[in-house]
């Protein structure tokens, strides 16, 4: 089984920045694509952000250019740096992993409790 804990949720003004970080433990053997996702109350949850292990990384048009991913590999953990902050980006941000275990052939997802990001005007 793996965990994952998101950390750095909060409230900002308008333009402001935050960075999340969601950490992965547990028996882990192989996490492959990581990501970021977010979900407002009554939509369905989108994709923010991807990561490969490689670092090659995708995002959703609406943040191109102001939210950043990484991860550390060593650490099994991904980061959202979000800059220039609007209020259109409100929502609760769920961090997902891709991980397959040592006897599995396949990968299972797993998926973060959420943290929420509140963007004042």
């Known amino acids: 089984q793996v965990q994952l804990v998101e950390s750095g949720g909060g409230l900002v003004q308008g333009g402001g920045s935050l960075r999340l970080s969601c950490a992965a433990s547990?028996?882990?053997?192989?996490?492959?694509?990581m990501a970021w996702y977010r979900q407002v109350p009554g939509n369905e949850r989108e994709l923010v952000a991807s990561?490969?292990?490689?670092?090659?990384?995708n995002y959703a048009d609406s943040v191109k250019g102001r939210l950043t991913i990484s991860r550390d590999n060593a650490k099994n953990t991904v980061y959202l740096q979000m800059d220039s902050l609007k209020v259109a980006d409100t929502a609760v941000y769920y961090c997902?992993?891709?991980?397959?275990?040592?006897?599995?052939?396949?990968?299972?997802?797993?998926w973060g409790q959420g943290t929420q990001v509140t963007v004042s005007s």
């Open positions: 990561i490969l292990v490689g670092g090659t990384a």
């Open positions: 997902a992993a891709d991980h397959r275990d040592r006897l599995a052939g396949s990968f299972r997802r797993y």
């Open positions: 547990g028996t882990i053997f192989i996490i492959a694509n």
